[in-house]
């Protein structure tokens, strides 16, 4: 099977030099149609950047740079502002992490929805409109139709985000990415957005490449993991894998935080990952983690450490993989 999206050796710098910042670096994965990527780690790795990388969407002052990356086998490493612009919406769609701040307060439901569509297809505004009620009714809004005319101010949290949803689904893109679209949420509505999502996307074939820190959903809904700490990848593998064997002492770590039902008790203190993410500002040398690490020795803080191939889609940036096993249990 040929891949949908693959994106080799991405770095994101702010600034230049030895004052520069680095947050996304030598970052690299594939995804096939109908899977879902998790790319999971804490506030801070590079998630959320590298995603908007992939949209063409960083922020001022920042400049990224790919080994390469293909979309449908399409190369966009280097493509232009207007073609990334024909793109969005249309084969590649995001769906951010607020959507109080993504939609703009001064235009209807309606206008945002129907507006990429009309760009990319040519159609009616008539028929835009057709299109947004049958998305809408389709995630689960009823009355598509008097939503159009609504603001997202009257709209709650859970409704705005199914608009996010419906929205990036107007053109039935190739591949969509989710920035912690369900952040803001409460637990139960948290639970009827990735349900909506699997749905969709066995409906229509789409890649997912969804970014989260909570590694509940992350078991819920990934095919495949990227965990990602201070810029880099540091351990890939199947949801199984990940859970059932973590091979990164940084994974092991944020799997040892989670209060297992049944096995935490009241009152326990909870496992903490102790020091801080390092400052990512030049060439930080060896492992990232090893300030951090309980298994770290004299070699961590050496030459950078790669990903090494542990298996099929299996790696980690550890120099003591295969050496020693996970001591944390974790999620069944």
């Not at 209060?259 to 903490?272: C, I, K, M, V, Y």
Request: aromatic share 4%; hydrophobic share 40%.
């Amino acid at each position: 099977m040929s891949a949908l999206a693959e994106v080799t050796n991405l770095n994101i710098e702010f600034g230049s030099g030895p004052h520069g910042t680095w947050p996304v670096r030598d970052v690299s994965f594939s995804l096939n149609p109908g899977e879902t990527l998790c790319i999971v780690g804490e506030s801070g790795s590079g998630k959320s950047l590298t995603g908007l990388s992939m949209m063409g969407l960083l922020p001022p002052g920042a400049r990224r740079r790919f080994g390469e990356y293909r979309l449908l086998g399409q190369s966009l490493a280097n493509a232009s502002d207007r073609h990334m612009e024909d793109l969005r919406g249309k084969d590649l769609a995001m769906i951010f992490q607020e959507p109080m701040t993504s939609l703009n307060p001064s235009f209807t439901i309606g206008d945002q929805l129907t507006e990429s569509y009309r760009r990319h297809t040519g159609a009616t505004r008539r028929a835009a409109q057709d299109r947004a009620v049958e998305l809408l009714e389709k995630v689960g809004i009823a009355g598509g139709r008097n939503r159009l005319r609504q603001y997202p101010h009257q709209l709650s949290g859970g409704l705005r985000q199914r608009v996010m949803i419906a929205m990036a689904l107007m053109c039935n893109p190739k591949l969509i990415i989710a920035d912690e679209p369900t952040t803001a949420l409460d637990v139960t509505v948290q639970a009827q957005i990735l349900r909506l999502l699997n749905s969709l996307q066995e409906e229509y074939g789409m890649g997912l490449i969804l970014i989260t820190h909570d590694l509940g959903v992350v078991a819920k809904v990934a095919d495949k993991v990227a965990v990602m700490y201070a810029g880099q990848i540091v351990e890939t593998g199947t949801v199984a894998e990940i859970f059932g064997s973590p091979q990164h002492p940084y994974t092991e770590a944020l799997l040892g935080c989670i209060p297992l039902l049944g096995r935490t008790r009241s009152g326990e203190h909870l496992r903490a990952i102790p020091g801080t993410v390092p400052a990512l500002h030049g060439d930080l040398g060896g492992c990232h983690f090893r300030n951090r690490c309980d298994y770290a020795r004299p070699a961590c803080a050496g030459q950078p450490i790669d990903l090494r191939e542990i298996g099929a889609g299996r790696s980690a940036r550890c120099i003591l993989v295969g050496d020693h096993q996970p001591r944390t249990e974790v999620l069944p």
